[in-house]
């Protein structure tokens, strides 16, 4: 019971301390971007950190397990589970110098402050789920981006948030389009868990205290002739078993 009031008492401030965040990383964004697009790259990682630091208001404690092979400012492409929005700020702090970017539903890139010019301006994929031909373009050129540029690509295979941190099948059609377009960016494997306890209320209210856990796992180079499917199959069957893991160790905990 003291936690569902404690949740009620930290919901009003976390969601202020949120929105000013998203509203002054607004401001900051455009100078940044007027000096180039790595100073608005700087400008978003720091974003995603200080929207993190606004969820320790509710008590929230973000652990990180992650593989020590794992190289800053290294270009890589990471596929992961998805449980919620607030998996972006909690990837876009662990991988800051990885310069991380997404592929997103196209509709996001309006309205919301911070987030859609990010999306707009920051180098991303945007896509329409209904046109696969579109889709598949804007991932590939995301890819041949990333490789150019040398910044890394976040990509989600479940294509949907998952329900109650269920891990869902993935489509692996966006991912091997990534695979192809960037041949030379090492895989690794992201595993979140407990995003989805934020959302759970649809933030009315914020649950309080929650135990958000995050898995890098160590970089899969690449070569000509590989095996793409068998890379997103692992990196599925990795994310499986740290879920499992982590949620064993969490029943035996008294």
């Not at 400012?73 to 909690?90: A, C, E, K, W």
């Not at 890394?152 to 489509?171: C, D, H, I, M, N």
Request: aromatic share 8%.
């Amino acid at each position: 019971m003291w936690k569902r009031i404690a949740a009620w008492v930290v919901t009003p401030p976390f969601v202020l301390c949120f929105l000013l965040v998203l509203l002054v990383f607004e401001v900051i964004q455009r100078i940044a971007h007027l000096f180039g697009q790595r100073p608005q790259e700087k400008a978003a990682g720091w974003l995603q950190v200080w929207l993190v630091h606004s969820l320790r208001i509710t008590g929230m404690r973000l652990e990180v397990e992650r593989s020590p092979d794992l190289q800053e400012d290294t270009p890589y492409i990471f596929l992961g589970n998805h449980q919620s929005m607030f998996d972006i700020p909690v990837h876009g702090t662990a991988l800051f110098s990885n310069f991380p970017k997404y592929v997103s539903k196209k509709s996001l890139a309006r309205g919301l402050p911070s987030i859609s010019y990010n999306l707009r301006y920051g180098g991303n994929a945007l896509i329409e789920r209904s046109n696969r031909k579109q889709a598949t373009d804007a991932i590939r050129t995301l890819g041949e981006m990333a490789e150019a540029r040398r910044v890394s690509v976040v990509l989600y295979p479940e294509g949907t948030r998952a329900r109650a941190g269920e891990l869902g099948a993935f489509k692996p059609g966006g991912a091997l389009t990534l695979l192809e377009a960037a041949p030379h960016l090492p895989v690794v494997t992201l595993a979140i868990d407990n995003s989805w306890r934020i959302m759970r209320d649809n933030l009315m209210p914020v649950p309080f205290g929650v135990r958000l856990r995050l898995y890098v796992g160590s970089p899969v180079e690449r070569h000509p002739g590989e095996d793409r499917m068998a890379l997103v199959e692992q990196a599925r069957a990795e994310i499986e078993e740290t879920l499992e893991r982590w949620r064993a160790s969490e029943a035996t905990t008294p």
